[in-house]
């Protein structure tokens, strides 16, 4: 297993941004970057130093593994005036020039949870650089049984039956009470379009490229069954494309240990797996 | 401004050093921080003192202890007597970068428990920000908010009952000198008669009455009501404006 070292990178303007790199000590020619991005309003090193972990896994496997602060969390400032997606075009832009120049030209896998997520199929979709993507929680649309899983789940389970009175109760509550605590996060999130979403599936097939996607109980609203993510995208063979894990006894931050060990052996297996395809050129697809 | 690089031992810490960038009033600060699911809910506000700080003319380094957020190592390779090492570490540093004599430890809940335990010759003021008073009961809450995340799932009916009882559900796994150490650990009411230990309190229920000086600030952190604030960040201005006066008083 190769020995691994952290580089901090300031870039952007003025040089305020910051991301740390982690990679071999001994560089592969041609070794992929896999760049992070920051969940929500967490740091880089975050949710509870799975990104932190996630890295350095990765990076025992060759990889360059980046975690970054976007404008506005952690450690970057905010840049004033700019929408959420010019902010994080910017951001990326300058990354990018920062990595080349420090790394080389080389592929880029984006790795994102929740707005995270967004955020690298956002890039994804105008960058011609990535060749794969692991998304936590990405919003997809819902499939033509989604709505049936979603009925037949609830009247068949036990416990939801068995917890009817608190639930019609705080559902009465909820509705005559304007609570501003009750955010849903969904509604904060800058989503990519579906557009983008299909333009980001397939460049990935059309490519050569691989994508590792993983939904929890947050994504319960519009996922729930095991591939239902390659079903809607109507691309051929997208299976062979995209690996797809429904975790659905796993919360949105992967707050219990074992289940952050659970998602970092899993990601590390599929980069393992994956990184001679993407260190080749891009093939012709199936 | 900021200066991110790894010290200690084998470069094994990882800090942000912010320079002065207006004036600068020859004032050195490091900022213990605090731990698990306070990290996350006070990084950013860390990030905007120092910077506020910073432009006051202090020169301020932030840092992770070992096995904690980016500096390398994992908890269950960690102590309370290698993070009290890894605080006299960073004073060195920072004393090393600034030429300045000495410095001012700001800690936060547990980093100011730790603060409190160092006896490092070049410190000359304590801030401390809703220090953990006993690291007994601060295990035991933590062990029951995740029970309470257990049950919340469990209720959800997103988790086999089965399965969440045989395995350990915790937000961080502590190793058992890690566990041993930190109950040991209460805050150092040794330090407390000290001029220069200077108390924010937002609980208002500090039950170490010998500290000298006490500034309550009426502000909900939510440190432990884990149904409350789970998922929260909090940039609690009072409180921040409060520290940053301290700290900036000569």
């Known amino acids: ?14 040089d305020q941004a910051l991301a740390i790199a982690t990679f071999p000590t001994v560089l592969p020619k041609s070794c992929p970057i896999l760049v992070i991005f920051n969940a929500g309003l967490l740091s880089k090193s975050e949710p509870f130093r799975m990104n932190v972990l996630a890295a350095r896994a990765c990076a025992k496997k060759g990889y360059i593994a980046v975690r970054i602060d976007l404008s506005g969390k952690g450690d970057t400032p905010t840049r004033e005036g ?139 609203p519009y996922y729930n069954k095991k591939g239902q993510f390659v079903s809607v995208t109507n691309i051929p063979n997208f299976e062979h494309f995209c690996d797809e894990y429904w975790w659905p ?10 289940h952050r060990e659970q998602l970092i052996n899993t990601i590390e297996c599929w980069c393992e797996q994956h990184l001679q395809v993407f260190q080749q050129e891009k093939l012709n697809p199936l | 401004m900021l200066e991110p690089f790894h010290f200690g031992q084998k470069e094994q810490l990882f800090g942000i050093y912010h320079p002065p960038s207006q004036g600068d009033i020859a004032k050195a600060v490091v900022i213990c921080p605090p731990l698990f699911d306070d990290y996350r809910r006070t990084y950013r506000a860390c990030a905007e003192m120092a910077k506020a700080l910073s432009s006051k003319g202090l020169h301020v380094l932030r840092f992770d202890y070992f096995g904690t957020g980016d500096s390398w190592g994992e908890l269950h390779e960690s102590n309370t007597d290698v993070w009290i ?38 410190i000359s003021q304590l801030i401390l920000w809703d220090p953990i008073e006993s690291g007994e009961n601060y295990l035991s809450i933590l062990s029951h908010n995740d029970k309470l995340k257990r049950l919340a799932n469990e209720k959800e009916g997103y988790v086999c009952k089965t399965e969440a009882k045989n395995m350990d559900y915790s937000n961080f796994i502590l190793g058992q ?35 000298a000086k006490i ?7 939510s440190w432990d009501d884990f149904g409350r604030y789970y998922g929260e960040l909090l940039m609690p201005k009072p409180v921040l404006i409060q520290i940053i006066d301290a700290l900036c008083q000569k």
């Not at chain 1, 297993?1 to 003025?14: Q, R, V």
């Not at chain 1, 006894?249 to 074992?258: E, N, R, T």
């Not at chain 2, 500034?215 to 952190?221: A, D, G, R």
């Open chain 1, 249 to 258: 006894h796993i919360d949105h931050v992967y707050s219990v240990q074992a």
């Open chain 1, 82 to 220: 700019l929408s959420n997606r010019e902010s994080v075009n910017k951001d990326w832009a300058a990354l990018e020039k920062s990595l080349y120049s420090r790394f080389g030209k080389r592929t880029f896998i984006l790795m994102g949870l929740c707005s995270g997520a967004d955020n690298a199929i956002k890039i994804a979709a105008q960058s011609n650089g990535v060749r794969g993507l692991i998304l936590l929680d990405p919003k997809i649309p819902q499939d033509t049984g989604y709505m049936y899983r979603h009925w037949h789940q609830k009247v068949t389970s036990p416990q939801k039956w068995l917890n009817i009175s608190s639930t019609l109760s705080n559902r009465v509550r909820a509705l005559f009470s304007k609570n501003k605590d009750d955010i849903n996060v969904n509604e904060l999130r800058d989503l990519p379009t579906e557009e983008e979403l299909n333009i980001v599936c397939k460049k990935m097939a059309e490519n050569n490229g691989r994508v590792l996607s993983f939904f929890t109980s947050f994504a319960l």
């Open chain 2, 85 to 122: 090492k890894n605080i006299h570490l960073a004073i060195d540093e920072l004393v090393a970068l600034t030429g300045l004599p000495d410095v001012t430890l700001l800690g936060i809940r547990f980093g100011a428990t730790l603060a409190s335990h160092c006896s490092h010759p070049g």
């Open chain 1, 1 to 14: 297993m190769p020995k691994i070292k952290e580089e901090a990178l300031k870039f952007g303007e003025h």
């Open chain 2, 177 to 211: 000198e890690l566990k041993h150490s930190m109950q040991s650990l209460s805050f150092n009411t040794e330090n407390c008669s000290n001029d220069h230990l200077r108390l924010i309190s937002t609980t208002n229920n500090f039950m170490t009455e010998s500290v």
């Open chain 2, 215 to 221: 500034t309550n600030v009426s502000f909900p952190c």
